[in-house]
């Protein structure tokens, strides 16, 4: 199975800051990755699949980058509502895998 | 709007069994793969099974291969996961989800709101 790691797993940031977010896989799994958001009590919510493509309805301060084995989320302009955790997935092989999550905090 | 409603939950006994089901709408359901994908408390997210729209192909995590089994009913748009042997460690949030891709890469654009499933005595 291809395994997932995130980085960091705790970030506690302000509105207003840029945020970014890591996830790495073990092995290349092109830009088959997505990103998601979960709040607390919620299901994920899709953000970027593809690595780069942002999910429509998403807004624009989200974005994705990275192929083979590195890849980053960044939130350019933290807003009250992305204090969440958000995780990464690979979909380049079976079993489709997740990242363990990155909680983003309130400083 | 693609409506996923999951319902089935609930507590059971170690080795008991389990039926979780999901209402699907807002899609053409029989053209569309399903996935189950759980969330044990305060954890990460764990996919569990895939189907194709026709059934003709099902994909299990090696954790419930043997003892869960995915079915679906295209004519009521409903998505099944049917737990058998059920285990303490299957304890969790089940989502019900509507994946995107082709060729069995898929991510998971729609999901259902989760019915809790704990196994305990």
């Known amino acids: 199975d291809i395994q997932l790691t995130q980085s960091p797993s705790f970030l506690s940031a302000s509105v207003g800051d840029r945020v970014t977010i890591t996830c790495r896989a073990s092995?290349?799994?092109?830009?088959?990755l997505a990103w998601y958001q979960q709040k607390p009590g919620k299901a994920p919510n899709l953000l970027i699949y593809?690595?780069?493509t942002l999910q429509s309805g998403v807004p624009s301060r989200f974005s994705g980058s990275g192929s083979g084995t590195e890849f980053t989320l960044t939130i350019s302009s933290l807003q009250p509502e992305d204090f969440a955790t958000y995780f990464c997935?690979?979909?380049?092989?079976?079993?489709?895998?997740f990242g363990p999550g990155t909680k983003v905090d309130i400083k | 709007e693609v409506q996923l409603l999951e319902s089935g939950g609930g507590l059971v006994q170690p080795g008991g069994s389990l039926r979780l089901s999901c209402a699907a709408s807002?899609?053409?359901?029989?053209?569309?793969?399903m996935t189950w994908v759980r969330q044990a408390p305060g954890k990460g997210l764990e996919w569990v099974s895939t189907?194709?729209?026709?059934?003709?192909?099902?994909y299990y995590a090696d954790s419930v291969k043997g003892r869960f089994t995915i079915l679906r009913d295209n004519s009521k748009n409903t998505l099944y996961l049917q737990m058998d042997s059920l285990r303490a460690e299957d304890t969790a949030l089940y989502y019900c989800?509507?994946?995107?891709?082709?060729?069995?890469?898929?991510?998971?654009?729609?999901w259902g709101q989760g019915t809790l499933v704990t196994v305990s005595s």
């Open positions: 997935q690979q979909l380049d092989s079976y079993p489709p895998t």
């Open positions: 189907i194709t729209g026709s059934a003709a192909t099902t």
């Open positions: 092995q290349g799994i092109s830009s088959y």
């Open positions: 807002g899609f053409t359901f029989s053209s569309s793969a």
């Open positions: 593809a690595a780069s």
């Open positions: 989800v509507r994946p995107r891709g082709s060729g069995g890469k898929y991510f998971f654009d729609s």
